[in-house]
């Protein structure tokens, strides 16, 4: 659209939506992860100080819960949001086509919790179940009504590549999502159970926040409206494998602190989880920054079904996340005691820095394998990536159970290291097959 038209546009959500940024928009989108990676190493800090080994253990195994639900219910969204919405022309059919599909996939979710209440309640009657396992479906629904409305917003603003507004969002929700677990830890219950509502009270505040901010209370008008059929299949077909596939990943990133807790107890589980949060989040926003940067332009940009220009993409991606991800390694063989003793409170120190590299080099891995992966989507080659996946998930299955077992958390590092590293060297096989 011409930037003079932008001035006879009388919508306000269309001229938001005019906004299409040039590449030098993601040092916004840097920025505000750089914001989001400080918090999350705050927070460690903080959270190790507030909660003894077991609790700490506890919430983050719930947090392990947590990323499942996105990944199966909210992951599975965004992916297909960003490739329908990249096929639309238009802020307003974006918006009609995001909010009628989340809502339909929020029906789908009420009535899955309300089954498993159900069940929960009878099960009441015959074996004894804490209140929070008979609430845990209600909290369910809360908890991913408000990620998938907040999905639906976030989506077609990625394909939009509107990265101010995008970072500005994933940065306060962060200083607010610290801030009100630890008040809530303080003041309320210093328990894995005030964890978790301070993190479904602050996700609420800032995603209603930021809807009224940005698009005022009209966002979901008409969201209630059946969809097209033709969207409804072609979200189907790319989100359904993409639902499936979330469980696999989930067991690469997460078996190792429960096979941890199993063999070795929840004090161990807890040093463990510490020291992979550490390294997990530097690692993690690389990876954030970097996916709303390349993945639009797989996804949208001219010739998106010529080989030879997503190949570039590709290799770009690949050589960006290599280099980050090793200089990363390098940092952390050189300073581990220095960022263990300054990031972690002092009981979940010992034990936690030679696990540190190791994780290093496991997520290196991790960050190229998931430009790949998102590389094959673009293909919309989806079932093929599924398949790998599910191969992908026996190496994991076998040598990190086997390295909690041998060695405990280092044991478990290493276990983690060598899954990732056969997984992306399948994934490198495939995405040759697939591009």
Known sequence: MPPRALSLISSRKEALCANRTAPKALAFSA?????????ALISLRVYTELLDKAEFALAMMA?????????????ALNQTLLSLCAALDGCERQREVATRLGWRLARLVVLVMAGLSAVLVAARFIIPLHPLIIFAPLLIVVYLGEEIAKT????????RREYPRFSLWAAVEAVVTLAVIAATLKMLRPDAVGFLIGLLAARLATTTGFMILFFGFSYFSGATQAPERKEVA??????????????????????DRYAIAFFSGLSSAAVYTAASGLVGRP??????VLTNYFRPLLFE??????????????????????????????????????VAALILAPDFRAGATPILTVLGVAQTFAIMTHALDNAILATGTSGRLLKLQAAMVVPALVLVPLGALLASGFGAALGRMAS?????GA????SRAAL
């Open 234 to 255: 072609r979200a189907l077909t790319y989100g359904l494998p993409l639902s499936v596939m979330a469980p696999l990943g989930w067991l690469n990133a997460f078996l």
């Open 283 to 288: 690692y993690a926003i690389t990876t954030s």
């Open 420 to 424: 990732e590293a056969i997984r992306f």
């Open 63 to 75: 947090m392990g819960g947590v990323a499942l639900l996105d990944g199966v219910v909210v992951m």
């Open 427 to 430: 994934t490198v096989l495939l």
């Open 31 to 39: 920025s505000g992860q750089i914001v989001v990676a400080a918090t």
């Open 152 to 159: 639906t917003m976030l989506g077609p603003m990625t394909a």
């Open 301 to 338: 940009a001219p010739g998106a079904g010529d080989s030879r220009s997503r190949k570039r993409r590709l290799a770009q991606w690949l050589t960006a996340a290599s280099v980050i991800g090793f200089a990363g390694v390098a940092a952390l063989a050189l300073l581990a005691k220095f």
